[in-house]
């Protein structure tokens, strides 16, 4: 059975209230495990952060103490080295024990830079080679609508991401399919590891292109969590034959001034007084 965390929660600005703080919790977590691993993917991670919070603690449906509930909602992280994003999130909804984390990276732990299906609860596919995921959302959407099943396939892909070959080829099949139950959702941090996306391979229009590949297009604001809120309760239901796909507008390096905006922290090792400083910055922002 279903079993949000934020199922308690009857009031609207209570919820995203929850929600912001979950995040701010995240982005804690993801500076403590890049400290304890001597490096992580920290702006992506950082930019990824309120989308996925919102997936796993409010919309998708999840039974985190059974995860092969055959009616759950499936997510793939396409960009693998927001691991270290995701890997908090599922401990905070009750995938495995927080504590666990504190392994992570290390040789022979469940927890690496990449995700790990075989050795992390919740993962659905390992991932980590770009390019990759949004085919495999598509032939699992095609499995639930083979099967007459009710359950929806999220997948998050990077924007630089977006340079393969591959996710354009899978771009076409999910149409061509009319993979209604598929959700593919594009964090627009503008920036990959080595520069402006603009700059090396300009995705500009975007939302024209993913039109003419024949996707219902929806653009968000990544970082807000009430626009968030507003779009993934509003998704098209399985029965639609039109596969949805969101640009999350958000900022590489999101809630550390000095990590925002560039490529220098795709990735990056802190220590603690870093970690501090940064930490100070995203405790401001958890309403009060
Ligand atoms: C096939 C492949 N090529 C190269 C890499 C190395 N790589 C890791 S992250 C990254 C940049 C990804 O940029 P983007 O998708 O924008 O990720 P984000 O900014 O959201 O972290 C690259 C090229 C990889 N993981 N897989």
Known sequence: MAQTTTRHITDRKELEKYLVT?????????????RIAMGGHLGG??????????LYHHIMNLDPKNPSWPDRDRFILSKGHGAIALDPILAQVGFFPEEKLETFNKLDSPFGMHTNAHSTP???????????GLAVAVGMAL???LDGATWRVF??????????GSTWEALMSAAQFKLGNLVAIIDRNKFTI????EMLMALEPLADKLRAF?????????????EILNVFEELPLPTSDVPTVVIAHTEKG????????????????IDSDLEAQAVQEIDATIPK
């Open 214 to 226: 024949r996707w219902n297009v929806i653009e968000v604001n990544g970082q807000n969590m009430t």
């Open 155 to 164: 997948c998050l892909l990077g924007d630089g991401e977006m340079q393969e």
């Open 45 to 54: 991670a950082l930019s990824m952060v309120d989308v996925t919070v919102a």
């Open 143 to 145: 499995g639930a609508r």
């Open 194 to 197: 080595d520069g402006p996306t």
């Open 122 to 132: 919740g993962i659905e596919h390992s991932t980590g080679s770009l390019g990759h």
């Open 22 to 34: 979950k995040a701010a919790e995240t982005r804690k977590k993801i500076l403590e495990l890049a």
């Open 254 to 269: 999101h809630g550390v001034s000095f990590m925002r905006g560039q490529s220098k922290w795709h990735y990056g090792a």
